[in-house]
């Protein structure tokens, strides 16, 4: 019989489903050197966020077929590892959805009507309703910034609370957009037009104190912002002087950039509302991921795939072995030409090409598709979602094949099509299984991806090469690899350079003002 360690206090209703097919022992609060001694005689792990799962655990764990995080995030799990060893990890990326959007909600309401401060003051046996005069958010503005699950479902209630709708998401089609009743608009103007202000976006470098004390400047002073995504997408100190000096009529804070929360004039503010992280804290959210993330559990130990796994879900080991490194190939190219379209994507066409175009192509698309996502959905897109991430935000997938393409034994094409162009990148693995981009835009290459690299679309000219090359050594940006494809001589080229650093700001703009440039991307792989 199967044996499933429970690490961290999961419902009981997640334990019964667990009996179902296995001894289920609960031991809760260990430290990883007791867990490495005891995880070896275990086929399943389930935990919360209180386990840390460290490499040296999954390569104890030399039993282990699934680990189940009854939650969304995933980062106290190292996820690498355990795909290295074969091990499935899955999560329950919709279980608290309706808890997150409702505390949205509830902090949206209680500081239009100063729920907190009031009820407070009645504690005190004051009877104060002058000093707490509310405002409507009948027919107000309200502004969403993500619409994926959880902001979608704000603004579907907010709309039946009869307010207006503008919504910031690059990547999320007018139509889905129009479905919820939103009007897609970019964040200047989001900002400018909004009474009420809801962040539904994951912390990346691009969203890091996206509310800062620019952006503030463009608000109107009755605005009010909410958060309860991610701590580090406020600037926290920009916030409170803004709320003192009026620029701002308050917010609503779930999370921060620290927590728990230390010393901090947030608490000292008021019109400000704190809560300690609990957009995910209802009792029917911890029954569903228990329930959730049980069941995948239950499943993946009765030879069943499981259906949000973080990794590489349902694939036998030999069909494993073989596409492993066309899995990584094809995320590869579709977080390029996903950089490389930028703003929102509205189709992307997975070609595969040469003896690629004989194999199974779902895992293929589906690494594409993840790729693509990747950039604004972070940990939240995986190989079981991310094609439906990517029907619910209108893109349309579209596969060919072409055996007949013998460049190499195998490779992959990629288009992007989206609200700022068309853009293509194709790619192949050489003898070793190294991956190689082959050509950016149908212009011919042949260079490996690295961490940073910027692709220039430019006149082939000469001097443009050493000029590009000056420019980033004045800025001490050093240059790892370069190279130029070109179909004619003198006419357009393309050239890949890729770097040791990012790029620093400002520079890609220095870039493009090159005489004979185009234009200039920035990319992460």
């Known amino acids: 019989m199967s044996k499933i360690l429970v690490s961290d206090p999961i419902d009981q209703v997640g334990i019964d489903i667990l009996k ?47 680990i189940g995080r009854a939650g969304v995030g995933v980062d106290n799990i190292d996820v690498q590892a355990a795909t290295r060893q074969g091990i499935v990890v899955v999560n329950s990326p919709e279980g608290n959805t309706i808890a997150a959007a409702e505390h949205a909600l509830a902090m949206m309401m209680s500081l239009a009507r100063h729920i907190p401060d009031a009820n407070q003051s009645v504690k005190e046996k004051k009877w104060d309703r002058k000093s707490y005069v509310g405002t409507e958010v009948y027919k107000k503005t309200l502004g969403v910034v993500g619409l994926g699950k959880i902001g979608s479902h704000v603004a579907t209630v907010a709309k039946s609370m009869g307010m207006k709708l503008l919504a910031y998401d690059p990547f999320i089609s007018k139509e889905r957009a129009d479905q919820l009743g939103c009007t897609l608009v970019d964040l200047d103007l989001l900002f400018a037009e909004s009474d009420f202000i809801t962040l539904h976006i994951p912390k990346t470098t691009e969203t890091a104190n996206l509310i800062n004390a620019a952006s503030i400047a463009k608000m109107k002073p009755t605005t009010r912002i909410i ?25 609503a804070l ?31 959210a911890q029954v569903n991921v228990s329930i959730d993330v049980a069941e995948q559990i239950r499943d993946v130990l009765l030879g069943l795939p499981a259906r949000s796994a973080v990794n590489i879900p349902g694939l036998t080991p030999d069909v494993m072995e ?7 190939l094809a995320e590869t190219l579709g977080t390029l030409v996903g950089q490389l379209a930028g703003g929102r994507i509205e189709q992307l066409t997975v070609g595969l090409q040469g003896e690629l175009a004989t194999n199974t192509s779902q895992p293929i698309v589906v690494a594409a598709i993840k790729g693509l996502l990747s950039q604004a959905l972070r940990e939240r897109v995986n190989y079981v979602n991310a094609a439906i ?54 212009f011919p290459i042949n260079v490996p991806p690295s961490n940073y690299m910027v692709f220039t679309l430019h006149r082939d000219m000469p001097g443009i090469i050493g000029k590009i090359g000056s420019l980033l050594g004045s800025f001490n940006v050093n240059i790892a690899g370069m190279q130029v494809g070109r179909k004619i001589v003198r006419g357009d080229a ?22 004979g440039i185009r234009d200039a991307y920035t990319v992460k792989l």
């Open 227 to 251: 958060n309860c995504s991610r701590g580090g997408i406020i600037d926290e100190e920009a916030l409170v002087v803004a709320i003192e000096n009026g620029q701002l009529a308050g917010a």
């Open 322 to 328: 073989k596409l492993r490194p066309y899995l990584q």
């Open 254 to 284: 779930d999370v921060f950039s620290e927590e728990p929360l230390g010393e901090s004039k947030l608490r000292e503010v008021k019109n400000v509302i704190l809560t300690p992280h609990l957009g995910a804290s209802t009792a029917e």
């Open 494 to 515: 393309v050239m890949a350079l890729s770097l040791d650093d990012p790029l620093p700001e400002g520079l890609l703009a220095e870039i493009t003002k090159v005489d």
């Open 389 to 442: 991430e990517a029907k619910e935000r209108g893109i349309r997938i579209i596969e060919t094949r072409d055996a007949s393409i013998r460049d190499y034994s195998g490779s992959l094409h990629l288009k992007a099509i989206g609200s700022m162009g068309e853009h293509s990148a194709t790619g192949a693995l050489i003898s070793n299984g190294e991956i190689r981009i082959t050509d950016v835009n149908e």
């Open 20 to 66: 179902q097919v296995a001894q289920v022992d609960i031991k809760t609060g260990l430290p990883e050197e007791e867990l490495v001694k005891i995880i070896g005689d275990y086929d399943a792990l389930m935990l919360r966020s209180g386990t840390k799962v460290t490499k040296a655990i999954i390569e104890a764990g030399t039993q282990l077929k699934i």
